[in-house]
């Protein structure tokens, strides 16, 4: 699968890390903090994972522009589907629109594309927790174990995960997991970095369970 050479190049210049896991008893859903622009930081403490609704989280890595508008719609539209069919979206029909709505943002006559992607969660009415990964040029795929979409800090979350993620890991497990993915991302990656959120989703609802916030100290050398 290819994308635009444009495209492709604006999504690897990005400066973001967030990741998802899933678990045998819910998925973990997390983000830094740090928003740049170029070479800049010009943002240190934004959330990059939040509610769509009551049952749905969104994390998101691109253009900042279109990851605040793009949970806007998605919520409204879900909302209207909701009134229309009297019965709640499911997580795949969530994540179906919301990769519609990224195809059309790319391919609809513009100056300046959608440029951004976003793995997206949730819970069914049957208490099932299912995760999304909806890249850029508008695919929508199932994640089985974990993904980190196109941030800047994929390398090196991917590359953690695969070595210590495991099937049927608990939540508890994939809290702790995340940390350390998301450690090896602001360590490494110049694009991320001043903090972490972690958020899970299982039957029993939506919770963050991870705020920190990472500081930078100047310490004398030792003579």
Request: glycine share 8%.
């Amino acid at each position: 699968m290819e994308m635009d050479a444009e495209l492709k190049n604006s999504i690897l210049k990005t400066g973001t890390t967030i990741l998802g896991i899933v678990c045998k008893d819910g998925v973990i859903m997390a983000s830094d903090r740090q928003i740049t622009a170029g070479n800049l930081v010009v943002v240190k403490n934004y959330a990059k994972t939040i509610p769509i609704n009551d049952y749905l989280l969104i994390s998101f890595t691109g253009m900042v522009s279109d990851a605040q508008r793009v949970p806007k719609f998605l919520a409204a539209e879900l909302k209207l589907k909701e009134l229309k069919s009297k019965s709640r979206p499911s997580v795949k029909q969530a994540a179906s629109l919301l990769s519609n709505m990224s195809y059309q943002g790319i391919r609809q006559p513009s100056m300046i594309p959608q440029q951004a992607g976003f793995l997206l969660g949730g819970f069914n009415e049957d208490g099932s927790a299912e995760l999304y990964t909806i890249e850029p040029a508008g695919s929508v795929v199932k994640v089985e174990d974990y993904d980190a979409n196109f941030g800047s800090g994929m390398p090196y979350v991917l590359g953690l995960l695969e070595r210590l993620y495991k099937k049927d890991i608990t939540v508890e497990e994939a809290i702790k997991l995340a940390i350390e993915a998301l450690k090896s991302s602001t360590q490494r990656d110049t694009g991320s970095g001043y903090g972490i959120d972690i958020f899970t989703i299982t039957k029993e609802g939506i919770k963050k369970v991870v705020e920190q916030e990472i500081k930078s100290e100047f310490k004398d050398k030792a003579a």
